[in-house]
């Protein structure tokens, strides 16, 4: 495996309470076009899509030197379970170089590597009940029509049983949590789409490691949280950060969260991550776009509430302003403001405007730049506590 991180604490004990991510990004799939699945091709996104993951995770405090980590409202913060290790593996074949200044070549995401580095990763979250699980994948992924099947970076190169490199993602979990202790989070951006391939094959794929799914689970907090549904796809502009993953950063950098059992901060945890990928995800593609990504169900147990980042500031709203007819943009303008704080007033002529207003009880609206073109729209004291929202202001009625 290659090991991106490991803090002070893991090295001293490593039964420290602390939170394991294992990083994968399956992009180049050399060997695709010789195998049964011709349909599948090589990938732009999931490397960039990894490293995106990698840097929030290591630009936080406890990765970085001190004094230069940043803001819970920009990367990983957990007091309870600091940042214990990162591993990574991703092809192609590059250089990663860390925030915090050491460039290192991650090791590529074969079905071996990705067994070694799975089977690490569970063996120290089996040392503390109190320590969390990241895992987070990017790449291909298919579906039999009930579950996800994962497809590693060197699938075809077995030409004996090339499916060897797909892997069972449910039943690698039920084995999983009979071995962790720890909560665990699991975050798949892949597709689901229907293959006849996996379905016709005589020998499904098989889970990372050998495993029963009898006996006494050690974790009943687990949850996968995936880009998309059942014979659906998952998309990515090109070359760029794929949407579900963009989502997933968006909402932890701030939009989403509750308060702290303990009074300081607020956590993260599934229950409220959820809701907050969805509404990214659809405020994030393109509206002209007719096939729109949907995310999928979360599948897991437990209460949910187990955070998994820690804000140290209230979460805050994205909220777009327009208003139609598009006509009088050129003299509308959008403000927002509320008890405590004066407005705030934004040109429409640009196109809709933003604003990013901690959660709370605002009020927002439009009104023409002369006075005199249309009547003030105002929506008084509205309690705003999603993640990303739109609205628009119809300035005739």
């Not at 939170?19 to 011709?38: D, N, Q, R």
């Not at 994962?150 to 030409?159: I, M, P, R, S």
Request: proline residues 6%; charged residues 20%; contains cysteine.
């Amino acid at each position: 495996m290659t090991l991106i991180f490991e803090s002070d604490a893991i090295k001293a004990d490593p039964s420290s309470a602390v939170t394991h991510v294992l990083l994968i990004g399956c992009a180049e799939y050399p060997s695709l076009s010789k195998t049964a699945f011709g349909s599948l091709s090589s990938l732009t996104s999931p490397r960039v899509s990894v490293e995106a993951v990698a840097n929030w995770f290591l630009t936080g405090v406890d990765a970085m030197p001190e004094g230069q980590g940043k803001g819970s409202e920009e990367a990983f913060f957990n007091d309870e379970a600091p940042l214990g290790s990162v591993v990574m593996l991703t092809s192609p074949s590059a250089p990663f170089k860390t925030p915090f200044g050491a460039t290192i070549t991650p090791e590529r995401p074969s079905i071996d590597n990705i067994r070694t580095a799975y089977f690490e990763w569970v063996q120290r979250l089996a040392l503390n009940s109190k320590s969390r699980g990241i895992f987070y994948y990017c790449g291909h992924g298919v579906s039999d029509g009930l579950t996800q099947q994962l497809v590693a970076d060197d699938f075809g190169e077995n030409k004996i049983r090339p499916f060897d490199a797909v892997f069972h993602l449910s039943n690698t979990v039920q084995g999983t949590i009979r071995k962790a202790k720890a909560s665990l989070f699991y975050f798949i951006d892949a597709c689901m789409e229907l293959s006849q391939e996996i379905i016709n094959q005589v020998a499904s794929p098989q889970p990372l490691f050998d495993m029963t799914r009898t006996g006494k689970a050690t974790t009943t907090e687990w949850a996968i949280l995936r880009a998309t549904t059942t014979n659906r796809l998952a998309y990515a502009p090109a070359g760029q950060v794929a949407y579900f993953t963009a989502a997933l950063l968006s909402s932890l950098r701030g939009r989403c969260g509750i308060e702290h059992p303990s009074g300081t901060g607020y956590g993260i945890d599934v229950n409220r991550l959820r809701p907050a990928v969805a509404e990214f995800l659809d405020f994030t593609q393109p509206g002209d776009t007719d096939d729109r990504q949907k995310l999928g169900s979360t599948e897991g147990e437990g209460n949910g509430n187990v955070p998994m980042h820690v804000l140290t500031k209230r979460p805050s709203v994205l909220l777009e302003l327009d208003i139609e007819p598009q006509g009088f943009r050129a003299i509308g303008q959008a403000f927002m403001e509320s008890a405590a704080f004066p407005r705030d007033t934004q040109p429409l002529a640009g196109g809709p405007v933003q604003f990013i207003r901690e959660h709370g009880e605002w009020t927002y609206g439009a009104n023409s730049s002369d006075s005199t073109s249309f009547p003030e729209k105002l929506l008084a004291r509205k309690l705003l506590t999603g993640a990303a929202m739109r609205r628009l202001i119809n300035v005739e009625t």
